[in-house]
């Protein structure tokens, strides 16, 4: 298992993001310039690679992976896969069998209820955030706020892309972020 990812690693792994990244002015409401990841997902060896990068990025130094509905579970799978850890789901509201804990949170174009199992993470132990896109911050927060809830800390948060002019990462603070590509 590769232990380290070195810069020229990196850039050359923001060249291919970038070439299988698409931008969708108004979707999925007027104003909103949405970041489609659906062709980086599309690419086996390139998912596998960004996987490395956020596992390689926070050195291995966390006991569980939580990863947020919807697009954060392909990356979250392929995290805790390659870092052999346990995968915890953030789901929406209803989805997951109870007990369960809910935060209701606002993202870039709308409002939700993230959930998570009560039993899904024990006191102490070090989660690492996983998810596609940064933008508010929103949706990280409430899983922070989840996953702390019972007494489980957060390592950090792991995303592809961040949405710099959104200042998730100001809001996030002083979770760490590791962001792919960031722009
Ligand atoms: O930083 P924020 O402003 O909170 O926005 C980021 C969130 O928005 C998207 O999720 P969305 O709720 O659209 O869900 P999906 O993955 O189910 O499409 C994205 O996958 C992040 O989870
Ligand atoms: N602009 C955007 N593009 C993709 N996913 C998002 N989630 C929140 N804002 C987003």
Redesign the pocket.
């Known amino acids: 298992m590769k232990s380290d990812t070195t810069a020229s690693d990196l850039s050359a792994l923001r060249r291919r993001l970038s070439d299988h990244l698409r931008v969708v002015p108004d979707f999925p409401s007027a104003g ?4 489609d990841l659906c062709g980086v997902l599309a690419v086996p060896s390139l998912v596998h690679d960004i996987a490395e990068a956020m596992v390689a990025g926070f050195r291995h130094e966390f006991d569980r992976v939580v990863a947020v509905e919807a697009r954060g579970f392909v990356l979250g799978t392929a995290v805790a896969q390659i870092a052999g850890r346990p995968l915890v789901l953030a789901r929406k509201k209803g989805k997951l069998p109870g007990p369960v804990h809910s935060v209701e949170y606002g ?3 709308g409002t939700a209820v993230l959930e998570m199992q009560q039993e899904a993470l024990r006191a102490g132990e070090r989660a690492l955030v996983v998810d596609d ?1 940064l ?1 508010t911050g929103g949706t990280l927060e409430a899983t922070a706020e989840l996953i702390r809830h019972d007494g489980a800390d957060v390592t950090g948060h792991a995303v592809v892309l961040d ?1 710099g002019a959104l200042e998730g990462v100001r809001r996030l603070a002083p979770d760490r972020v590791l962001s792919i590509l960031t722009v």
């Open positions: 909103i310039l949405f970041q993202l870039e174009y896109v933008a949405i």
